[in-house]
């Protein structure tokens, strides 16, 4: 049986007899409309997909940490760093809370300085004090105080005889991030950014002294946080890299030299398979682009990713869905061969986070490591049709975008000409109108609402921009403000399901119609059923119903909806739960406006009631 090679019995199929069989089974039906799924990205994904999609992917002949770098550098494990940021707004609680988190699983540490506008020695030493940096990363987030931050991380390490081989981390001096969300640049409130000599003086500081610390980052979560898709995340991000490439070569740093100093930091979102194979095009995207500024040293091509769950998609009711939410998010980004990750509190989009919610965004990747073993296998996804396939496609539509852009001058000539944000904000309108009319969903949100959820929502926002930056928000806000104003108003608005006729129908289309009603937090009566129109109108009557919805069958809509609007329409704003398009015009003369329907675009809809109820 040792060189018995099994199911040969069996004789293989065919793609052709695959196809015939499924256009069999559609029974005349489009197979394109049925069976492909277009994505936001303009990815078409088959139904399927089988060893000849991979046919012409060169790079699947390459072993992990080979250029170029599509399977990690990685060639014993798939480790990566477990990383945590903290807010300092007070040197030394910072550093007792750094100790803590160390203590419970923390392997990165991310010092979060935006609210600090001079740092000195002394301060910057009491932050690092007690914590062993030759052993855990530590990454300074601020900008505008990178030069201040290398300084003092140099003289830190000296004073302490600590070896500077093993020193790992980033200061993230991002010009062009900060240009992307503000409109404006760390050296200058207006016009064009020129980092080139300041990009010299930090490498020069760094320069044989750090070998394995970051001193220039690219923040392409802002993309993903402003709504783009996965292809516009990389596409930008390599934009904003390549030229920060070209403005250190033009300061007389080689890119062989620059590139190894240079941290990618991505949004992981929702998309599950989308997400592992972003990562992957990415990593082989910046290969084929620093291998293109003649860098021999292949080595130097790989790109350093820290993947932070996305802030776009989380939500403020239900918010214990964003666990769920970051938990498939850091599956993806580890599976995709993330050098470390954050995973954000799933509070933290819309409110301070508090230590429970810290130690389950802590604990979502530590399980994921000790317990469900995602740091075992190298390259875990490597040979999957599926993502073999959408890595490819993401790499071609992401070097498309990328050509477009630097045929356009790169990043910041195209950022100042209003390109980049023209693009992502065209991209994040036809999200938030999937969002709207439910195409995409936002669960406890814009679908299956906890109706008896009350919640305060706080203004976390401390981003000064001016109308050049990206707007920065979370998919759920229109939503979330559509219901306060229903927490806020004196009263709340009764929606009576007029339940009657055909039992399954007027089941499915009360609840349908609860759950639409219930994400703007109205107050929803249900029934089980009346005998008579007579009957319902009185129990409609009795409950002072605000809004009442007619839910029945199309075929009976006919008879009894002209009837209850009649009765009711004095007394109650009425709707009809479905689309009964025999019927629409007739109705329509009648007086009957509103349709509660799969189509419906339950944001403007709501809206509309609450205008109608002057709230």
Not at 44 to 55: A, G, T, V
Not at 68 to 92: S, W
Not at 510 to 526: L, M, P, Q, V
Not at 528 to 535: Q, R, V
């Amino acid at each position: 049986m040792a060189n018995k090679k099994l199911f040969t019995e069996f004789k293989p199929t065919t793609t052709e007899a695959w196809e015939e069989n499924i256009n069999k089974d559609l029974k005349g039906a489009d197979y394109e409309k049925r069976l492909i799924t277009r994505t936001t990205e303009g990815i078409n994904i088959k139904p399927y997909y089988r060893i000849e999609d991979l046919s012409e992917l060169e790079y699947l002949s390459t072993n992990p940490s080979e250029f170029p770098f599509v399977r990690t550098n990685n060639t014993i494990n798939n480790f990566h760093e477990i990383r945590q940021d903290i807010i300092v707004d007070d040197f030394i609680s910072a550093n007792n809370k750094a100790k803590e988190i160390i203590s419970k699983g923390v392997t990165s540490l991310g010092f979060n300085l935006n609210e600090i506008d001079n740092i000195e020695y002394n301060n910057f030493s009491s932050l690092l004090q007690g914590i062993d940096i030759e052993k855990f990363e530590v990454n300074f987030l601020t900008g505008k105080l990178a030069e201040n931050i290398l300084t003092f991380l140099i003289k830190y390490i000296s004073k302490n005889n600590l070896n500077f081989d093993k020193i790992r981390g980033a200061a993230d001096y991002d010009p062009l991030g900060y240009k992307t969300i503000t409109g404006n640049c760390y050296e200058e409130s207006v016009g064009t950014c020129k980092f080139s000599n300041k990009l010299k003086s930090l490498y020069e500081l760094v320069e044989n002294k750090l070998p394995n610390f970051k001193i220039l980052s690219v923040n392409a979560q802002h993309f993903r946080n402003a709504g783009s898709t996965a292809v516009q995340e990389v596409a930008f991000g390599l934009a904003a890299g390549s030229d920060y490439l070209a403005k250190a070569t033009d300061a007389g740093i080689k890119a062989s030299d620059i590139a190894p100093k240079m941290k990618f930091t991505f949004g992981a979102a929702s998309n599950y398979f989308m997400e592992i194979a972003k990562i992957r095009a990415s990593r082989l995207l910046w290969a084929k682009i620093v291998e293109a500024y003649g860098v021999e040293d292949k080595s130097k091509c790989d790109m350093y990713i820290h993947s932070v769950t996305c802030d776009w998609n989380k939500t403020a009711y239900d918010p214990y869905v964003n666990v769920l939410r970051t938990t498939t998010e850091s599956m993806s980004a580890i599976l995709g061969g993330t050098d470390s990750l954050t995973v954000n509190p799933f509070d933290s989009a819309f409110e301070k986070p508090d230590d429970f919610s810290e130690r389950i965004a802590r604990n979502t990747q530590i399980i994921l490591k000790e317990e469900a073993y995602f740091d075992k296998a190298v390259d875990p996804s490597a040979g999957s049709y599926y993502i073999e396939s959408l890595t490819n496609s993401i790499a071609e539509h992401a070097w498309k975008l990328f050509l477009e852009i630097e045929n356009k001058g790169g990043y910041h000539e195209a950022f100042d000409k209003g390109i980049i944000k023209e693009k992502i904000e065209e991209t994040a309108r036809q999200r938030d109108m999937n969002i709207a009319q439910r195409k995409e969903i936002l669960l406890g949100t814009n679908q299956y609402p906890d109706r008896t959820e009350k919640i305060k929502l706080s203004d976390k926002s401390n981003i000064t921009a001016n109308e050049k930056a990206l707007k920065l928000y979370r998919a759920a806000e229109a939503f979330e403000e559509l219901r306060q104003k229903t927490e806020k108003a004196e009263k709340t608005p009764k929606v009576f399901m007029f339940t009657i006729g055909n039992l399954s129908m007027r089941k499915a289309r009360a609840a349908f119609s609860t759950n639409f009603f219930a994400c703007a937090g109205f107050e929803i009566i249900d029934n089980s059923g009346f005998k008579t129109i007579e009957e319902g109108v009185n129990a409609c009557l009795k409950a002072e119903a605000d809004i009442t919805v007619i839910c029945s069958s199309d075929d009976e809509y006919s008879d009894i909806v002209p009837v209850i609007f009649e009765k009711l329409k004095e007394k109650s704003i009425v709707a009809v739960a479905g689309y009964p398009k025999n019927s629409i015009d007739t109705f329509r003369n009648f007086g009957i406006e509103h349709f509660i329907h799969v189509k419906s675009n339950v944001l403007e809809s709501l809206s509309i009631f609450q205008t109608k109820l002057g709230m």
